[in-house]
């Protein structure tokens, strides 16, 4: 990494350390993380680091967010829902925003002011996009909202949420459109539903949304023209998984660091764990696997560094940097006897929390279809 990379790492480690962290107990509880750590980052310029600098971001790119996501993967939180705001939602009002879109949208995301979220998923169906449901009808200078989105990564707390929606029920993916929502205050024809229950990931408010009859002025429809978003979504899926892998092999490198000092530490049959044989081999077993991926991953984010990230290349890294992470977490998680099944240890969370990289996405599955369609 360059010099700025580090310094960058440096200040992201402070800030979870200092200013997240120490909540971390109460955040888990209250299901969701506090408003004021998405300012508190904005304060120290890490919300928007691809933005350019006229629309209040750092003027980085993609290098730069990978650095703030690996740090607060490998610090251990999971509350905040950077992946997707500035992962995500940043991504697609630079690329594909209008210049009066991206004036009005990114400072208040890049100062944390506004919290985004991205809204594909829906409760009966996830990874077929363009038999979405939901309807975006014309009517003069609105559009009238209508359906119903779910697993929303920040749904609870999102300020501004990119609705895809069909705004031509007759067509597939030529009928499907991006709409820039702003749902702050909860205004009349939106809804947020539960925040739901999960086995892990249980800091980020990941929530329900309803739209009936809620109304977007057709200066929100991103880029400003219809059908244009299964292409937007689509040219922004790669990023979005290699987002994922990030965080995934951020989580391996934590597991076997974890699982080292606790083996160094523990005593077993007259001598630490980690002068049993068995011990040794998982441990080196598992430190190559996240080595190995660490390459793989530091390659794919050279290649979308360079504009050279292909579709099947990203899937490619979704899985198997996310199953790699699932398989290191729990073989880690085995040396810490019954003390890695107790809440005490960060070993326990990171299992529960690593499930649903397999899932979100798109799931492992579908990223194997898109590889074999590629070969």
Known sequence: MAVEHDDLAELVRDFFTREVLPHADRVLAQGH???EH???AGKLGL???SVPEQYGG??????HEAVLLHEQAYAGDTSLGLAVHSGIVTGYLVAFGTEEQKRRWLPGLCSGDLVGAIAMTEPDGGSDLQA???RAVRDGDHYEVHGAKTFISNGGLADVVLVAAKTDPDARAAGVSLLIADVAGDPDGFRR???LSKIGLRGNDTAELFFDGFRVPAAGLLGGAEGRGFAQLMGSLPQERLVIGIGAVAAMERAVSLATAYAKERHAFGKPLIGHQNTRMVLAECATRARVSRVFLDDCIARHARGELDTATASMAKWWLTDGQCEVVDRCLQLFGGYGYTTEYPIAQMYTDARAQKIYGGTNEIMKELI???L
């Open 38 to 40: 998405y300012r508190g």
């Open 33 to 35: 993380p506090d408003r």
């Open 193 to 195: 539903g539960r925040l």
């Open 58 to 63: 750092g003027g980085g790119d993609f290098t």
């Open 47 to 49: 919300l928007g680091l």
């Open 132 to 134: 979405m449901r939901t």
């Open 372 to 374: 074999a369609r590629a």
